[in-house]
């Protein structure tokens, strides 16, 4: 098993391949009730809650993770359209099936788009409705 200091710099190294200065470093998720949001996305991904502030709650694998969430107040106003925007999330479970299932278990639903139903992905929406699909198992950004 790999050391988690290894596993950190391997992370790092696949994000930062460049010199350039500017890099991703959250996903902004709008929710109503930030902390039940983060506990989903914690739960679904098997991260962490990092930190809880009143307008921000930060989840991710570890502090000093190259990425991660965060979740800040959405308004008054609910999702009434489409995201314009949304995570594909793959795995490396041999039942894709299953982790749809773990993640509907968490509070998401399954969801119709526009689908025809002979896609790769399925297509699934968090407790507060945003849309997130779950692609098939993937080794690289362009299989």
Same mark, same amino acid.
């Given at each position: 098993m790999r050391s988690q200091a290894a596993s950190k710099t391997e992370? #790092?190294?696949l994000v930062i391949l460049s010199d350039m200065p500017l890099r991703l470093h959250h996903i902004v998720i709008d929710a109503h009730d930030l902390p039940s949001l983060a506990r989903f996305w914690a739960d679904a991904l098997g991260w962490r809650i990092l930190s809880v502030r009143e307008q921000e709650v930060v989840i991710g694998a570890t502090a000093d993770a190259p990425i991660g969430l965060c979740l800040?107040?959405?308004g008054s106003r609910r999702k009434t359209v489409k995201n314009r925007v949304h995570m594909d999330l793959t795995t490396t479970a041999d039942?894709?099936?299953s982790e749809i299932a773990r993640l509907i278990g #968490?509070?998401?639903?399954?969801?119709?788009?526009g689908q025809t139903g002979r896609e790769s992905w399925d297509v699934l929406a968090d407790p507060e409705?945003?849309?997130f699909c779950v692609v098939r198992p993937k080794a690289t950004l362009v299989d």
């Open positions: 992370c #790092l190294a800040m107040p959405a039942d894709r099936d #968490l509070g998401a639903r399954q969801v119709d788009v409705g945003n849309e």
